[in-house]
T-cell receptor, first 115, second 113 residues
Framework: AQTVTQSQPEMSVQEAETVTLSCTYD???????LFWYKQPPSRQMILVIR??????QNATENRFSVNFQKAAKSFSLKISDSQLGDTAMYFC????????????FGTGTSLTVIP | DSGVTQTPKHLITATGQRVTLRCSPR?????VYWYQQSLDQGLQFLIQ???????AKGNILERFSAQQFPDLHSELNLSSLELGDSALYFC????????????FGQGTRLTVV
């Protein structure tokens, strides 16, 4: 079974500062994908960033970047220049193509950006 | 807007009742996934359909069932409802069965009283 662990239930960061959210996962698969989803108070699930396990280069999307350590099974999200709109729940998710596209989610990190 | 439409947005019903949640995937997407998010928890995978056929099952109770119709919309049926079934139910769709990301609808909030 695949498990995804987010060990930080809550975090806060000052506006314009940088914050890193942690995620670890456990799998015996070699081909898989990792994602960070954002869930603002509207409850919509919004894709923030994705990483293919076969790619060594860390994914980057504007202010969002990941630190993917495959051997350590770690997938952290760094948010630079934090903005008030970044306040949300952040979920780390794992997907393996071998059994379809279902996601295995962590329990989430509630991030608050402080003005 | 993800292109995935879920109805209704909110639903309040009594214990023991049955409800149907509906999902219209993005245009052209063949796969539909259902997830349950209980209060302040991560999403739990329930079931996946691909082009009308069940493809994978997760932690779906026997009281729950789903189907995908020829026009590719999907319905999740929840019966003999219990208080613990109160949750946000998400539908997601993807273009192919594998190797593509999924796009989520806005969810249906079910409250069982």
């Amino acid at each position: 079974a695949q498990t995804v662990t987010q060990s930080q239930p809550e975090m806060s960061v000052q506006e314009a500062e940088t914050v890193t959210l942690s995620c670890t996962y456990d799998t015996s698969e070699n081909n898989y994908y990792l994602f960070w989803y954002k869930q603002p108070p509207s409850r919509q699930m919004i894709l923030v960033i994705r990483q293919e396990a076969y790619k060594q280069q860390n994914a980057t999307e504007n202010r969002f970047s990941v630190n993917f350590q495959k051997a350590a099974k770690s997938f952290s999200l760094k948010i630079s220049d934090s903005q008030l709109g970044d306040t949300a729940m952040y979920f780390c998710a794992f997907m393996k193509p071998s059994t379809g596209n279902q996601f295995y989610f962590g329990t989430g990190t509630s991030l608050t950006v402080i003005p | 807007d993800s292109g995935v439409t879920q109805t209704p947005k909110h639903l309040i019903t009594a214990t023991g009742q049955r409800v149907t949640l509906r999902c219209s995937p993005r245009s052209g997407d063949l796969s539909v996934y259902w997830y349950q998010q209980s209060l302040d928890q991560g999403l739990q995978f329930l079931i996946q359909y691909y082009n009308g056929e069940e493809r994978a099952k997760g932690n779906i109770l026997e009281r729950f069932s789903a189907q995908q119709f020829p026009d590719l919309h999907s319905e999740l049926n929840l019966s003999s409802l219990e208080l613990g079934d109160s949750a946000l139910y998400f539908c997601a769709s993807s273009a192919q069965d594998r190797n593509t990301e999924a796009f989520f609808g806005q969810g249906t909030r079910l409250t069982v009283v």
